[in-house]
């Protein structure tokens, strides 16, 4: 039996052990631990391409569509899990297109562990430096904590840190045909000093744990931001959104993420996942071509 296929009985089973029997009434903490583990998943020594887009939108006969050529940049991005439970992520993303940002890259820490600040890196292939995003307030000069000048920042991408928020389950409702939970999380005071949103509220399918729309709102209960998921595909056990697009209401501008590739289940080197990647091409390189060669042994 493959490594994966043991994972995803396990996976299952772990799901039917943590679900409460039906007639029990999950939590709205419950079904937010349960959207996280499902999503962490697929971090677990993965190797995804995705393909980004950005442009400014406008409704047209009544959908909301592109109201410019997009702005489209392909990326690529490996991941592990670690620590305690396997809940924190290491990541690194380098962009493949176009030719001009080749080699602009993010690394990434993610903890699970509330008050534990995340840390995230940027690499500027121009410039030939590493800069240092600072987490939440400071007074640091960053760059701005968007993810590859996408509408996502790293707060939209976060996971873990749930102890941070008052998780409310708001009613169970339907989303594009869907059942669906309507969850709302609102952070705590030393949170929201870290936070651009006072609330969100998530719509997380019931059967594949998958947020299929989530709404942020500003200090004043605006909706500023907007979530919409769609194409939830079963791949490798794992439920996944293959696109998620993020509109941000107050600049009129959207992003889309396509999956376009996910393998899972790799040998990642834990050294890959370090500042090295970033700033040495060949080095770099080398390990990609070592991860591409798994896959295709797998395939």
């Known amino acids: 039996m493959k490594l994966k296929e043991i994972l995803g009985i396990v996976c299952m089973t772990a799901l039917a052990f943590n679900t409460p029997s039906s007639g029990a009434e999950m939590t709205g903490l419950q079904i937010m631990q349960m959207m996280e583990d499902a999503q962490r998943a697929t971090n677990d020594s993965s190797f995804t391409r995705l393909k980004l887009s950005s ?3 406008g409704v047209k006969k009544g ?4 109201a410019e050529k997009p702005r489209v ?10 620590g305690k439970d396997n809940k924190d992520t290491k990541s690194v993303s380098i962009t493949l297109e176009p030719a001009s940002e080749r080699g602009i890259g993010m690394l990434s820490y993610a903890y699970d562990e509330a008050g534990r600040d ?3 890196w940027l690499y500027l292939s121009a410039l030939g430096r590493v800069k240092r995003i600072a987490g939440g307030d400071s ?6 904590a968007s993810l590859f000048g996408s509408e996502f920042t790293t707060e939209d991408t976060d996971t873990g840190k749930l102890a941070e928020y008052q998780i409310t389950l708001l009613e169970e409702t339907k989303q594009r045909g ?3 939970w309507k969850v709302q999380a609102i952070p705590n005071a030393e949170r929201a000093k870290k936070s651009r949103y006072s609330r969100t509220v998530h719509y997380i399918d019931k059967e594949r744990y998958v947020p299929l729309r989530s709404e942020m709102y500003d200090k004043y209960d605006k909706e500023i931001k907007r979530t919409m998921a769609s194409r939830v595909e079963l ?9 998620v697009t993020m509109m941000n209401l107050v600049s009129n501008r959207l992003s889309n993420m396509a999956l376009v590739e996910l393998y899972v289940d790799l040998d990642i080197r834990d050294d890959f996942l370090t500042q090295r990647t970033l700033t040495d091409s060949a080095y770099r390189e080398a390990n990609l071509e070592r991860l591409r060669a798994q896959i295709e042994k797998g395939d």
């Open 63 to 66: 959908r909301i569509a592109c």
């Open 178 to 180: 869907r059942e669906v």
């Open 139 to 144: 007074d640091e000069d960053t760059e701005p």
């Open 73 to 82: 940049k392909v990326l690529e991005s490996v991941s592990v899990n670690h």
């Open 55 to 57: 442009c400014k939108f």
């Open 235 to 243: 791949i490798n056990d794992n439920w996944v959104a293959r696109s």
């Open 118 to 120: 995340n840390q995230t």
